[in-house]
């Protein structure tokens, strides 16, 4: 019993440590800026400041969330489309280049956006792609986050048994008609759970949009931030408006589907 406390006393401990940057956000937002570089700091606001509507409204944040939602929702309808076909294949092909094809997907997925962002920018500006920088950014994004979906994607169709399509195939299906009627809708609880991820991800891009989009109407909500950033001083209490009101969305998506993320995430692991 005392080993059980332990466990969970240690545990609350390390979930407070990790969520405690989130509430410094929050909290920092309701503060003013006399009292963000108070000596001590305060861990709650002593005057509560309600900044939303004006930050929302200074800023037209409704342009930049809808650019960030056109970006992360263009990015996974490509990944989806392009990424689960290739993750069954990976998955029904067994031999042994097999672990050699994966990890070179993954190593795609290690290569930062910082490091990709100059090649991709030449090579977009030599095809006229810059002149659609909202499409270029999705085609960029979509580049990185394809291996992570296809990893994740293949866990999830190694768990659909052969037997099942070899059946359907005997009974005259075409091998893309058991793919689309039989595969598919058994895997969907991945495919849903990795495409959510990948919308999370795609959302919160920055490297991409900061350099290939420079029209402020086409920039998304992450790079709407450096607003408040200025070459002497900067708004902290605005920043941290700012960036609560654009993680709020976010948490309460995760919020919501953090059991199907996690089985989503688990469905490959164990036979």
Same mark, same amino acid.
């Given at each position: ?50 900044? #939303? ?7 037209? *944040? $409704? =342009?930049? /969330?809808?650019?960030? !939602? ?18 069954? #294949? ?7 280049? *097999? $672990? =050699?094809? /994966?990890?070179?997907? !993954? ?29 270029? =950014?999705? /085609? ?132």
């Amino acid at each position: 019993m005392m080993k059980k406390y332990g466990l969970t006393a240690i545990a609350l401990c390390l979930v407070s440590f990790y969520l405690f940057p989130l509430y410094w956000m929050y909290i920092t937002a309701l503060k003013s800026g006399t009292e963000i570089f108070a000596n001590p700091p305060t861990f709650w606001p002593e005057n509560p400041q309600w900044m #939303v509507g004006e930050v929302w409204t200074r800023l037209k *944040m $409704d =342009v930049y /969330l809808w650019n960030s !939602l056109l970006i992360a929702s263009g990015v996974t309808i490509i990944v989806a489309i392009c990424g689960t076909g290739c993750a069954y #294949v990976l998955s029904r092909i067994r031999n042994r280049w *097999m $672990d =050699v094809v /994966l990890f070179i997907v !993954l190593m795609m997925q290690v290569l930062p956006s910082s490091l990709m962002i100059t090649p991709i920018f030449v090579a977009f500006n030599q095809v006229g792609l810059n002149e659609v920088p909202r499409t270029s =950014v999705i /085609l960029a994004q979509a580049a990185k986050v394809l291996p992570l979906y296809i990893v994740l994607c293949r866990a999830t169709f190694l768990q659909v048994p052969r037997e099942l399509e070899e059946a359907a195939l005997v009974d005259g299906n075409s091998r893309i008609g058991v793919f689309l009627s039989i595969i598919v809708p058994l895997a969907r609880n991945g495919i849903l759970v990795t495409s959510v991820l990948i919308f999370l991800q795609s959302f919160g891009e920055y490297v991409y949009s900061r350099s290939l989009i420079t029209q402020r109407a086409l920039q998304p909500a992450t790079v709407g931030l450096q607003s408040f950033m200025g070459p002497n001083t900067s708004d902290w209490s605005g920043v941290m408006t700012y960036s609560a009101i654009y993680v709020t969305p976010v948490l309460i998506i995760f919020v919501l589907l953090q059991r199907q993320i996690v089985s989503g995430l688990t469905s490959g692991a164990l036979k």
